[in-house]
């Protein structure tokens, strides 16, 4: 039996794929045994693999078909260190980090979905892409460069379409974003 730390990771991993299916019409599922299967000292297993299996075993979530450069984990815990984030130097998140970019390719859109008892449900995405939010928390990664923490239904109200755009390996986001800024009238990240 899966230890109740495991059954609430899992947990919240269908939670975000169900999230994600009912908001983009597609069909994104847990991914099997949710672990590093090509990542870390498995990397090399890429090379026997077709791209539908590796986007299987990349990450939490394998995406729907139209998002062949999303790359997620999930995390869900009691408690989460902010004061850290602010300090610059949060080995919880790095760690986080570290596991979702070892899978990561080049090209990938990299976003952490955090959720903690008591605090709410969190998005952490690298800010080598423009988001559009007015709330979030600003994050540098030694390792792993610049990310902003955003809430999730914030995040989501504001970037569906974006993080759909960026997921599909299209480069053209000005429109949706002129439309998005006019709209809701919130300043770019």
């Given amino acids: 039996m899966p230890s109740p730390q495991k059954q609430k990771g899992s947990s919240w991993e269908r939670e975000v794929a169900r999230y994600l299916s009912e908001t983009y019409n597609e069909s994104f599922i847990r991914a099997p045994g949710s672990g590093a299967y090509v990542g870390g000292k ?3 297993r890429t090379q026997i693999l077709h791209e539908g299996q590796i986007r299987s075993f990349k990450g939490d979530i394998v995406p729907g078909q139209s998002f062949p450069k999303f790359n997620a984990e999930c995390k869900s815990y009691a408690d989460f260190p902010f004061h850290l984030v602010l300090t610059g130097h949060c080995k919880v998140l790095d760690g986080w980090l ?3 970019m070892d899978v990561s390719e080049p090209d ?3 976003i952490l979905f955090m959720k903690f008892n008591r605090k709410g449900s969190f998005v952490c995405v690298q800010t080598n892409k423009t988001w559009v939010t007015d709330q979030f928390l600003y994050y540098t990664s030694e390792k792993h460069k610049d990310w902003i923490i955003i809430e999730f239904e914030h995040f989501f ?3 569906t379409e ?3 755009t960026y997921c599909s390996g299209t480069t ?3 429109s949706t974003i002129v439309e998005i800024n006019t709209l809701t009238n919130t300043q770019l990240v």
């Fill in 162 to 164: 974006l993080l759909k």
């Fill in 157 to 159: 109200k504001l970037n």
């Fill in 98 to 100: 570290d596991q979702m």
């Fill in 42 to 44: 498995n990397k090399a």
């Fill in 108 to 110: 990938d859109l990299n």
């Fill in 172 to 174: 053209d986001t000005k």
